[in-house]
């Protein structure tokens, strides 16, 4: 089916059906990933930013003119973020986004720290300094995304941090099974527990984190290593 090119006299009926949904205008997506992926790479960046607010339902059809596509692919994207936990399928009525609870969030970075620390703290007594120098850039990139206050390449540049750090390790799975996980605990929590990670300050300072401890692993500083990660998770629980 011929996705629309949200340009001309179709973006401006694609604009008008969004808002009268109560969503955003829809943004251009590229070209090069199949259209279910287009969606749900959007959809990951509606729910990271609160677009699309914990507790709210959603049509397939209002997403669908939201991104001037047909439903198909967006009920195709909602089952796969369904699946990671994201949101709740509602029979006849369309898809709930999920509720997350600081009790959540503790779950998750418990489980998280009980499969990263002990690989970092690994990693730490054998990975050469300039090993450890090269993921500087990544560190980089989530302090750049934090002091811009933009929360979804924050995520992104965050989760591409941790991916490379636990890929010294060589497993593979480990670094898909830490990933999904730490993309689940980057969902919004639910406007009743607000989270410290939508507070601009704590959002940098966070990002500050992951230089930081670059800095001890580069020098070889094990104590400092371990308490950075230990922390680290112990921040993230706490939500």
């Known amino acids: ?21 109560g969503l955003p205008a829809p943004r251009r997506m590229p070209e090069r990933l199949s259209v279910r992926d287009q969606v749900l790479g959007e959809l990951r960046h509606a729910l990271v930013t609160g677009e699309l607010p914990p507790g709210t339902v959603h049509s397939a059809p209002a ?28 029979p006849n009525r369309g898809f709930r986004i999920t509720e997350r609870s600081s009790r959540d ?34 560190a980089e990139a989530t302090v750049t995304a934090a002091a811009l206050g933009d929360r979804a390449a924050y995520a992104e540049s965050d989760r591409a941090f941790h991916r490379a750090m636990l890929a010294l390790s060589g497993n593979l799975q480990l670094v898909s099974v830490a ?9 919004p929590l639910a406007v009743r527990h607000p989270s410290r990670a939508t507070r601009p ?4 300072a966070d990002a500050t984190e992951h230089a930081v401890l ?6 070889g500083d094990l104590d400092t290593v371990e308490a950075l990660v230990r922390e680290h998770f112990s921040g993230s629980a706490r939500g």
């Open 63 to 90: 997403l669908a003119s939201r991104y001037g596509v047909s439903a198909t692919p967006v009920r195709e994207a909602m089952q796969l973020l369904a699946r990671e936990g994201a949101v709740e399928v509602l």
């Open 214 to 219: 670059l800095d001890a692993l580069v020098s």
């Open 179 to 187: 990933d999904e996980l730490h993309r689940r605990a980057q969902w």
């Open 201 to 204: 300050a704590e959002l940098l």
């Open 1 to 21: 089916m011929a996705r629309r090119s949200g340009r001309g006299e179709d973006g401006a009926v694609e604009r008008a059906a969004a808002q009268r949904a």
């Open 105 to 138: 969030l503790a779950e998750l970075a418990e489980i998280r720290a009980l499969l990263e620390v002990p690989v970092v703290l690994g990693l730490a007594r054998s990975v050469a300094a300039d090993r450890w120098e090269a993921l500087r850039p990544l």
